[in-house]
């Protein structure tokens, strides 16, 4: 049964940075595209950013330029650096995983069907 766990979440000031990780186990990690996802209290839950098992990623539009996605599938762990955080990030922090069978595929949304527990982001201004 494959398993997502994120980790790096907490606090942190208006300007800040943090770094998620998100660590893979029970499958092979190499043919999911992967994602980090993010919800706030009362909102939809976003996405943030994603990447394909080829290593091509793309960023919603609030985090571009900001946060950056990366992946090492040797170590089958799945990360998110976040610059110059600010208070409208806050949220739980997903990640998110979908079986591919292409390194070129960028599932939709409602394609990632294996999902971790969440980590807490707070950014105090």
């Known amino acids: 049964q494959a398993q997502l766990d994120e980790s790096g979440g907490g606090l942190v000031q208006a300007g800040g940075s943090l770094r998620l990780s998100c660590a893979a186990s029970g499958s092979i990690f190499s043919i999911y595209a992967m994602g980090w996802y993010r919800q706030a209290p009362g909102n939809q839950r976003e996405l943030v950013a994603r990447?394909?098992?080829?290593?091509?990623?793309n960023y919603g539009d609030s985090v571009k330029g900001r946060f950056t996605i990366s992946r090492d599938n040797a170590e089958n762990t799945l990360y998110l650096r976040m610059n110059r955080l600010n208070a409208d990030d806050t949220a739980v922090y997903f990640c998110?995983?979908?079986?591919?069978?292409?390194?070129?595929?960028?599932?939709?949304?409602?394609?990632?069907?294996?999902w971790g527990q969440g980590t807490q982001v707070t950014v105090s201004s």
């Open positions: 998110a995983g979908s079986f591919v069978h292409s390194v070129h595929d960028v599932p939709p949304a409602s394609a990632y069907d294996l």
């Open positions: 990447i394909t098992s080829g290593n091509s990623a």
